[in-house]
């Protein structure tokens, strides 16, 4: 599990309200975290495959996409692209 690693995650304004959950078609995908009282929603870098769905749903904006060309393809085509020993392409 890579939580909240992958180009989809869950920045602070997460409150847990579970609306990316309901709109996310991939079972598992977004990860229940408690800190102390709160309880937020993280994405499984390693499940979600990037649909974007939960940036639609999220009322509170709190879903966001890292814009980096290199990890975008190795997140999207890791067989084509091949990774180095930091997970980017070479
Ligand atoms: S919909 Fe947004 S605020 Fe609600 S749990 Fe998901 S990421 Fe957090
Ligand atoms: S981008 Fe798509 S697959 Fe990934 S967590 Fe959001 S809704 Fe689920």
Known sequence: MKLNEGL??????CIGCN????GCPVLGANISVTEGESNR?????????????CLE????NARECIHDFRMSV???FPAVA?????GYVS
């Open 82 to 86: 091949g990774q180095n020993e930091n």
């Open 8 to 13: 989809i995650y869950a920045n602070d304004n």
């Open 19 to 22: 609306h990316c959950i309901l």
């Open 41 to 53: 929603i993280e994405v499984d870098g390693d499940a979600c495959i990037h649909c974007g769905k």
């Open 74 to 76: 190795n997140n999207v």
């Open 57 to 60: 749903v999220c009322p509170h």
